[in-house]
């Protein structure tokens, strides 16, 4: 889930590279584990925040956000506004949820692990604004405390793991890391049955476009995201993405993972008819958008080591009129 370019951290438990992804709890008990901290901390003598510092702790979510995500922020603003700033307190958690381990100076898994400490307890520390508008905002809408914790354990295996086998294992880093922050946006913006599985697919997608896009970045902190079992496919060794080896080997095999990525964004699309009316506009513009930097991507002949395929502010806007459209076909 990484946003920013860090080195890469590999921790061993008995002696062995965790290699596999365990389940949640499994995965934030080996955190702790590998810490002197306990999984929960007492918050009782925090005092409560002033009603006010609320409002200016989803401000600041908000400000996060036009700073970080400029895709996010600007699907998000076709929400209505309650359930956009609640949206918004989501993305910022998810934000410095990351920024835990990639600022972290000496020791990435201590620093999570404190961090998920004060996420799961009971009162907000007051000083935190993201704390204090997530709090808010879980709290209000009654969301997933499971679910958070499939969140956090995703940010833990970039912990423990640097290789992911098959696509299998890859497709579990996705759904904990992006498909569960969807299922919780739709905690907060309500939605039909029959939606969870979609919300799945569409966040594997945003997932996948994120490493595809960022190959090049995550090479030179060590990480191959890509499946073991493409590469070999397709003849590489991840040694070679580590060297930023770009062939025609390389294009195939990204022009077979876009290819793929592209399938989930279909299979996922009408899904968005089975959330409310006035969410569907939002959710359909941050499935293109984001689709339109595979775009990118194949107009860039697949480079993702020297050139970073993203859409400006114009060629969002000009999408919108038949997003709007498509959506609106859904019923």
């Not at 929960?40 to 600041?60: N, R």
Request: glycine fraction near 6%.
């Amino acid at each position: 889930m990484s946003l920013n370019p860090v080195p890469s951290l590999a921790l061993r438990a008995s002696g062995k590279l965790i290699s596999q992804p365990l389940p949640a709890e499994e995965q934030l008990a080996l955190l702790f584990h590998l810490t002197d901290l306990s999984p929960h901390v007492g918050s009782d003598e925090w005092p409560p925040h002033p009603p006010d510092a609320t409002s200016e702790a989803y401000a600041e979510c908000e400000r996060i956000i036009r700073r970080h995500s400029k895709s996010f922020y600007f699907s998000s603003q076709f929400l209505a506004p309650d359930v956009r700033r609640a949206v918004r307190a989501l993305y910022a958690f998810c934000r410095a949820t990351d920024d835990t381990v990639d600022l972290a100076i000496d020791d990435p898994a201590r620093a999570l692990a404190a961090w998920v400490q004060q996420a799961r307890a009971a009162r907000p520390a007051p000083h935190n604004p993201v704390l204090v508008a997530w709090h808010d905002t879980r709290t209000t809408y009654n969301l997933s405390s499971a679910l958070v914790d499939e969140l956090l354990a995703g940010v833990a295996m970039d912990l423990t793991i640097a290789r992911y086998e098959s696509f299998a294992d890859l497709w579990l880093y996705c759904y904990r890391v992006a498909s569960v922050v969807g299922l919780l946006v739709m905690g907060i913006t309500g939605y039909a049955p029959g939606a969870e599985p979609y919300a799945i697919k569409l966040g594997v997608a945003l997932q996948l476009t994120n490493i595809l896009r960022d190959v090049g970045e995550d090479a030179r902190r060590g990480r191959v995201y890509l499946p073991q079992e493409d590469l070999a496919r397709f003849g590489l060794s991840a040694e070679e993405i580590l060297d930023g080896v770009y062939d025609d080997r390389f294009r195939a095999l990204m022009r077979f993972e876009v290819e793929r990525t592209r399938r989930l964004y279909a299979e996922s699309w009408p899904g968005i008819a089975l959330l409310p009316g006035e969410s569907r506009l939002a959710i359909g513009a941050a499935a293109r958008v984001y689709c339109g930097i595979l775009d990118k991507l194949e107009a860039n002949d697949y480079d993702a080591y020297t050139r970073r395929a993203h859409l400006k502010l114009r060629e969002k806007v000009l999408r919108l009129p038949r997003i709007w459209w498509d959506v609106r076909r859904l019923g």
